[in-house]
């Protein structure tokens, strides 16, 4: 590790999530194979309430244990979805969840080791915006009311394959782009070019101008496709599609008067990896 926040969000996300090494412990050392789902649930809220106490008592900095308090969070959230793909009905949505709560958790780890001067506990990013909540809230909302009404709709596993290969491809693409940019990557569009700001164009960036954009684009869709839910899906493919293309314009206006004929350069030889946008089309001046 490379630091002091970096250490602690992975020891808290890890010992969180110990719930799932508890039931490979159970399952398959002690051959307890009947165990139900509500069993779990129970053993993982009373662990997790140690697990927590233990944070209180432990952790005197406030500056750490709010970080532990949230990989802390996520971990044990990221254990519940774990049990849940152990139940028919509700499989497909612990994938999710795991998906869900090891991005928030991953974006702060990621930011801690790549780029530590911009950490801060936003870069969890679960307070990202009104709207991404609401997006959030919508897909459990319809993956529940379809579950109801059409649960043959929740178990079409070659979509939910599918989904869970986009995830995890969107999520190497993201944090490929955050560990090849470094210092140069930033969770918010940047208005003034900081001091030692470089165009970065290897790596990742080679195959695409956005990737950080492009990760998220297809991870967004990805948990839509894991839950089979088509309202949703189609609404996260418009909705990110027009956010991406207004901030990718917005962000190559800023990045056209950083770096010039370089960057008009770059943009000449390598797309978005969006696909139909094309980014900043005015001219240079």
Partial sequence: MTNKYAETSILAFSLGSSTVFLKFLCVYIFG????????????????????FTGLYLTI?????????????????????????????????????FMALTFFHFSEYFTTAVANPKSLTLASFLLDHSREYTMAAVASWVEFMIELYFFPGLKH???????????????????????FTAKSNFNHYVQYVRRPGHELVTNGIYSWCRHPAYVGWFYWSIGTQLILCNPLCLVAYTVVS???????IQEEEIYLLNFFGEDYVDYKKNVRTGLPFITGYQGHYS
């Fill in 32 to 51: 307890f194979l009947n165990i139900s789902l509500t069993t779990w649930l129970l053993v993982c809220s009373i662990v997790g309430a140690l697990f």
């Fill in 60 to 96: 005197k900095e406030k500056k750490y244990f709010e970080v532990a308090i949230r990989g802390g969070a996520l971990g044990f959230a990221f254990g519940i979805g774990f049990h849940l793909t152990s139940s028919e009905t509700f499989m497909y949505f612990g994938y999710y």
């Fill in 156 to 178: 079409i596993h070659v979509i939910s394959i599918i989904g869970l290969m986009l995830v995890v491809f969107g999520e190497l693409v993201r944090k490929g782009s955050m």
């Fill in 241 to 247: 599609w027009k956010f991406f293309n207004e901030r």
